[in-house]
Nanobody
Framework: QVQLVESGGGLVQAGGSLRLSCAAS????????MGWFRQAPGKEREFVAA????????YYASSVKGRFTISRDNAKNTEYLQMNSLKPEDSAVYHC??????????????????????WGQGTQVTVSS
């Protein structure tokens, strides 16, 4: 059974940094695209970043580009999200995600995660002004 466990969230002041981790288990994810989504209270879950199976290609939402960096360690079945220059509007519950095979867009990744009921609990990030 696939399990995704996010960690690393917390309370940070605006301008600060956090590093999120997602430990995946249940099978190897080394050939899967992986990503991050976030959901703020009263808002839809939105795409943050994604990375190809090899790590050679990365994709970012325009709101985080230049501030966030996604990476992965296939040997550890783990992905990361380094978040710098955090803003209050980055406050949300952050969820990791995956899509089997090559990255096919954030919408398809989101749909797949819903179809397989694979979302984890997420990790809360709160940025104070």
């Amino acid at each position: 059974q696939v399990q995704l466990v996010e960690s690393g969230g917390g309370l940070v002041q605006a301008g600060g940094s956090l590093r999120l981790s997602c430990a995946a288990s249940g099978r190897s994810f080394s050939r899967d695209a992986m990503g991050w989504f976030r959901q703020a209270p009263g808002k839809e879950r939105e795409f943050v970043a994604a990375i190809s199976w090899s790590g050679g290609s990365t994709y970012y939402a325009s709101s985080v580009k230049g501030r966030f960096t996604i990476s992965r360690d296939n040997a550890k079945n783990t992905e990361y999200l380094q978040m710098n220059s955090l803003k209050p509007e980055d406050s949300a519950v952050y969820h990791c995600a995956f899509y089997p095979g090559p990255y096919s867009g954030n919408t398809r990744m989101y749909e797949y995660m819903n179809e397989c009921h694979c979302w984890g609990q997420g990790t809360q990030v709160t940025v104070s002004s």
